[in-house]
């Protein structure tokens, strides 16, 4: 199966165009366990390391099944970076999608039109026909994974699936070929009607947010401190599925008026706006804590802590901002500081 490779910091890609085209959509996530070397002579050390780690990658060698890119306005980083792929990535198809930092008819119009032209270069490039009726159909089909993504995660809160593996799971959903998705969360969700509640005496119930945070190996740590994710507002979570597209709208209209409205990140305008999505968040599922975790160099979630900091301090919630810098052993060394905040969440 073909694919289409994502290079996006705020899962504002519409898979449904790239699905209307037969294409499956894939984003790409970065690895800590990757040695960075060769994007050196591209990027300074002072780079976020995400993005760093993913053009690390690319540059040795995507998936043979990928035969484009469409890389969507995210922060600075993923926009910038995007012309250095162009040099290095040995692919015909890249495609940089300007999806709007602002929300309003100007931007709803602004991304309507770079949609089109986004179908129209694949037309053209790939020599297919993208209908309205196929965009419809693939737009069904999102909802239906948006809406058994929504309904799993709620299990986090019913104290039966880990963090951990609702968070594998939306890698799955953001990197498979839908049809096996949509039968993995089908099946995912009769399981857990049949599954008991885990002991949560100790537990210490938090919201994750930061930046794109897609180790799954890190919540797994976060679990082994004894914190279990109980909601987060990440683009490998939340961000991912929280709306749902109308069906009943123009398709390409619909699909901009989502990728507008969905719960605001940092990288957006105003994103002041987050915290009232963070709010919501932790009243509906008494969160007792939130970690705010930035990789490093991440400046979009570095802006946004102190502004966070001083509202959940209001808000009367504990909270930890931690940056880590892209690899395993690195986590080892903030247990300290999750460890205190364990402690300051038990008092
Ligand atoms: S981690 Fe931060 S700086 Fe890096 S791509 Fe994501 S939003 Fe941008």
Redesign the pocket.
Known sequence: MKKIGIFD??VDTPEEIILAADFVPYRFFSDPTVEIDKVNEHIPPT?????RNLLEQAINGLDKDIIGIIASH?????NR?FDIWIECINLDFMFFLNTPLKNDETALKFFINDMKELIFQMEEYFNLKITPANIKEAIRKMNQIRSFLKEISEYRSKMILKGSEFHALVKYAQTQDKDEVLEKLSSKLEELKNKKPFSNDDLKKILLT???IDDTELIKYLESLGFHVIIDDL?VGTRYFWNRVDENDEPIRALAKYHLNKPI???KFPSYKRFEVLKNLIENYNVEGVINI??K?????LYDHPYLSKKMKELGIPYLFIEVTYNRESYKQLSTRFSAFAEIISR
């Open positions: 910091s705020c780079h976020c390391m995400w993005t995210g922060c600075d980083r993923t970076e930061g930046s794109d683009g990140y940092s990288t930035a990789q160099f991440c400046e979009p979630v």
